[in-house]
């Protein structure tokens, strides 16, 4: 059987976190600092990732025109590996769930173009005032809450040659899920190590993932 991969959006398919760039393009630099601030507490488990989520969205002032600009500057920060192995993740595309807290208005225009569906993306969104002002997330989305990336496998029909690819403590949290063969701590873009400390396996890029997924599964 085929496996399945479960990857991260941002500081994985990405180099960056999304919030952390809307914030460059939106905010005053003390709103900078301290969004990546939580951005990291966040990502290493200090903080309830929900909570994080919620605070750094209203803190910004974001218009849906700055979405396109934000997806102009990201289609430009995808992770350096990834774009070398375009073709490879276009060929199993179809194999490949995004599962991410970033925001689907974002990241379904980006990983398209790698041949992933839309339908296979589990990320928030955005809620919109009358002036198309972003005013919170969606809060019916699963993404929202901190177990979100939990809440999103059991939509997913996986089978138990599924691999999750991260870098942050929610996509470490999915390891011990039924099913799931193992976690690859992420590092091409940042490495946190209470997650790859506690992670089956660890890569520093794409290639890796790869190496490491072929000789589970042959061993199997």
Not at 28 to 45: L, P, R
Not at 115 to 142: L, R
Not at 144 to 156: H, M, N, T, W
Not at 188 to 198: F, G, P, W
């Amino acid at each position: 059987m085929k496996p399945i991969l479960i990857i991260d959006f941002d500081s994985t398919f990405i180099q960056d976190e999304t919030l952390d760039e809307i914030a460059n393009l939106v905010a005053d630099d003390n709103q900078k600092k301290e969004i990546k601030n939580i951005t990291n507490q966040a990502m290493e488990g200090k903080i309830d990732f929900g909570q994080a989520l919620r605070k750094r969205v209203e803190m910004l002032k974001i218009h849906k025109n700055d979405i396109d600009n934000i997806i102009k500057i990201l289609e430009k920060r995808i992770s350096l590996s990834f774009v070398k192995n375009k073709n490879k993740l276009r060929s199993i595309s179809e194999r490949i769930y995004i599962v991410s807290g970033g925001f689907k208005e974002i990241i379904i225009p980006i990983v398209s173009d790698y041949g992933i569906s839309k339908s296979n993306v589990y990320a928030n969104e955005f809620i919109y005032d009358d002036k198309d002002y972003i005013t919170g997330i969606n809060a019916k989305s699963p993404m929202s809450f901190s177990d979100g990336k939990i809440r999103a496998l059991k939509e997913i029909n996986f089978t138990t040659d599924t691999f999750v690819i991260g870098d942050g403590s929610t996509d470490l949290e999915m390891k011990n899920v039924n099913g799931i063969r193992a976690f690859i701590c992420f590092t091409e873009n940042i490495i946190r190590k209470l997650v790859s400390e506690e992670a089956d396996y660890v890569a520093s890029n794409l290639d890796e993932v790869f190496q490491i997924i072929e000789a589970s599964t042959f061993h199997a």
